[in-house]
């Protein structure tokens, strides 16, 4: 599975951004996705869950701040990021949740400026 993640870009504190990650295949049979991130310097995290039936799930860092998303007819997954502030700074990753392997693609760099 190839995995596209795009939308990053600077902003500034209490600025938004709208994340995207393409899926080369198709995304209905799987349970769960996530969007992970990497801050620099630290282990890479996940951020935000969605499974098969909507259900959400985020980390309490970006709980009441991020909202995922999935669209299976497009194949991808998405994540508003409001009141972004600067340590959700990070390269965003989306995949699998939990990961079960596979390559995690490039990400999308997103930066919070003060």
């Known amino acids: 599975v190839q995995l596209q993640a795009s939308g990053g870009g600077l902003v500034q504190t209490g600025g938004s951004l709208r994340l995207s990650c393409a899926a080369s295949?198709?995304?209905?049979?799987?349970?769960?996705m996530g969007w992970y991130r990497q801050a620099p310097g630290k282990q890479r995290e996940l951020v935000a869950r969605i499974n098969i039936g909507g259900s959400t799930i985020y980390a309490a860092s970006v709980k009441g701040r991020f909202t995922i998303s999935r669209d299976n007819a497009k194949n991808t997954v998405y994540l508003q990021m409001n009141s972004l502030q600067p340590e959700d700074t990070a390269v965003y990753y989306c995949n699998t949740a939990p990961y079960l392997g596979g390559d995690w693609g490039q990400g999308t760099l997103v930066t919070v400026s003060s």
């Open positions: 295949v198709s995304i209905s049979s799987i349970n769960a």
